[in-house]
């Protein structure tokens, strides 16, 4: 129900765009996330959005070079970010169904995309 896109390899500084993609005619209803892994590393909030994109909740680690962003019309949000970090390499899951940080509280969850940085 959900499918993120936009992962590659970037070199530090660098930016990119993520697009995560909800079919289904609910996506208005539901706050939405995006979360990383690293290798050997737990899940990580990474940003959040609610329900009609007016609130937003960011770590500490990405507030300032991320922004997470959504367009209901077209069933997707966005995290764009940018001057990436080598620490930022990670696979980034979308998830739906919370305004957290929390993920125990996301219903929906996407593949992930992998966002490598190199130096």
């Known amino acids: 129900q959900l499918q993120a896109s936009g992962g590659g390899l970037v070199q530090a500084g660098g930016s990119l765009r993520l697009s995560c993609a909800a079919s289904g005619r609910t996506f208005n209803n539901y706050g939405m996330g995006w979360f990383r892994q690293a290798p050997g590393k737990e899940r990580e909030f990474v940003a959040t959005i609610s329900r009609i994109g007016i609130s937003f909740l960011y770590s500490d680690s990405v507030k300032g070079r991320f922004t997470i962003s959504r367009d209901n019309a077209k069933n997707t949000v966005y995290l764009q970010m940018n001057s990436l970090k080598l620490e930022d390499t990670a696979v980034y899951y979308c998830?739906?169904?919370?305004?957290?940080?929390?993920?125990?509280?996301?219903?929906?969850w996407g593949r992930g995309t992998l966002v490598t940085v190199s130096s």
């Open positions: 998830a739906g169904g919370a305004y957290s940080s929390d993920w125990r509280l996301y219903v929906y």
